[in-house]
């Protein structure tokens, strides 16, 4: 259980990492931004190298602080919280977790946070955003104007590439989901 726990990239996140900013050296992106959580930081990192970007770091942008849980295995969860454990697994929707931030204020923070960093462009920029799967979960659903659930009804694997693009429709503004966990750029991992 991650949440707010700063753990380093493995050796697969690095070459994740390596070949997701392979892929992104080949479009023209005028602004990075990452969460300061050290496995998201060091992608970034990447990827600034390869664009030649600096990165801005957001502390709206880390991952759902899941209180009392971070940094346990799940084995030390069901041992020490075995009710949440039986509710995660059991129900949907989200258990309480002890000491965690909570599902609204964390929805808030990360809309918080990519509002101003859209608004805070032109909307012919491109703009990348290192993050972690809470808030592209929280982000892609606002988008799509659907709740916040669990399970989730789609997968944000590591390094994956979820597009959005902002501007006017027809003379309204709005985001439209253009791709949504893209991983083209891990096949050529060795599995």
Request: aromatic letters at 8%; glycine letters at 8%.
């Given at each position: 259980?991650q949440g707010h726990a700063?753990?380093?990239?493995?050796?697969?996140?690095?070459?994740q990492?390596?070949?997701?900013?392979?892929?992104?050296?080949?479009i023209?992106?005028?602004?990075?931004?990452?969460?300061?959580?050290?496995?998201?930081?060091q992608?970034?990192?990447?990827?600034?190298?390869?664009?030649q970007l600096?990165?801005?770091e957001?502390?709206?942008?880390?991952?759902?602080?899941?209180?009392?849980?971070t940094?346990?295995?799940?084995v030390?969860?069901?041992?020490?919280?075995?009710?949440?454990?039986?509710?995660?697994?059991?129900?949907?929707?989200f258990p309480?977790?002890?000491?965690?931030?909570?599902?609204?204020?964390f929805a808030?923070r990360?809309?918080?946070?990519?509002d101003e960093?859209v608004?805070?462009h032109k909307?012919d920029?491109?703009?990348a955003?290192v993050?972690?799967g809470?808030?592209?979960?929280?982000?892609?659903?606002a988008?799509?104007?659907?709740e916040?659930?669990?399970?989730?009804?789609?997968?944000v694997?590591?390094?994956?590439?979820a597009?959005?693009e902002?501007?006017?429709r027809?003379?309204?503004?709005?985001?439209?989901v253009?791709?949504?966990?893209?991983?083209?750029?891990l096949?050529s991992l060795?599995?």
């Amino acid at each position: 259980m991650q949440g707010h726990a700063d753990f380093p990239l493995s050796e697969l996140g690095f070459r994740q990492a390596r070949v997701l900013a392979d892929r992104l050296a080949s479009i023209t992106i005028d602004a990075l931004y990452a969460s300061p959580l050290l496995r998201a930081k060091q992608t970034a990192d990447s990827v600034a190298e390869a664009l030649q970007l600096d990165v801005a770091e957001d502390d709206r942008l880390k991952e759902y602080d899941i209180g009392d849980l971070t940094g346990l295995t799940w084995v030390e969860v069901q041992a020490r919280y075995p009710e949440v454990a039986r509710k995660y697994r059991e129900e949907s929707g989200f258990p309480v977790f002890p000491g965690a931030e909570g599902r609204d204020v964390f929805a808030a923070r990360v809309r918080e946070s990519l509002d101003e960093i859209v608004a805070n462009h032109k909307d012919d920029e491109a703009v990348a955003v290192v993050t972690h799967g809470g808030p592209i979960l929280v982000y892609v659903m606002a988008t799509l104007g659907t709740e916040y659930s669990r399970p989730p009804t789609f997968r944000v694997d590591n390094t994956s590439i979820a597009t959005i693009e902002y501007g006017e429709r027809g003379g309204v503004p709005g985001h439209t989901v253009i791709g949504l966990n893209d991983t083209c750029h891990l096949r050529s991992l060795p599995k």
